[in-house]
Structure formats: structure tokens, C-alpha cells
């Protein structure tokens, strides 16, 4: 897909702020709850797999971090 990054979830965190979400569905980041079903995760590293069309910046072997809260990172693979 155009501009779309797949990137390999190699580790993540387990924090507080993580645990509170599944908990309370919020923590200070967001205005409106989280609604179920979501991927928790805020932390983490990855590996980009595979780029779309149009992505320049980053390489299939590129390792990379999330770059806003809330991605969902409690899972083995991420479309950005």
C-alpha cells in the first residue's frame, strides 16, 4: 500500500502506563477512553519487514521505535 511501513515487533516493555490503559482504557494521553478490542503498547523497538510505494526514509532491516503514544505495541507485527 502506498506510504505503509510493516514493521516486526522485536520487544516491548510492560510499564505502568501500559497496564493502566488495559485497565482504565486511559492514561492522561488520550482525551477519549480506549474502546475494546485494542492492542495495548506504548514502548518498543521493531524491525521494518517490508515498505510501500512511496516511503523513502526507511529500509527493509531498518530498526525503528514508535513515534506517537498509543501504537499498540503488544504485538508481533505493526502496519504503519
Not at 520487544?11 to 494521553?29: E, F, K, R
Request: charged residues 15%; without cysteine.
Amino acid at each position: 500500500e502506498w506510504g505503509q511501513v510493516l514493521v516486526s515487533i522485536r520487544a516491548t516493555p510492560i510499564s505502568p502506563a501500559d497496564l493502566y490503559n488495559v485497565q482504565v482504557g486511559s492514561w492522561g494521553m488520550r482525551t477519549d477512553p480506549l474502546e475494546p478490542p485494542f492492542v495495548a503498547g506504548n514502548d518498543g523497538i521493531g524491525v521494518v519487514v517490508k515498505v510501500g510505494p512511496g516511503v523513502k526514509s526507511l529500509t527493509e532491516n531498518d530498526w525503528v521505535l514508535p513515534f506517537k503514544p498509543g501504537m499498540g505495541t503488544w504485538t508481533s507485527q505493526y502496519l504503519i
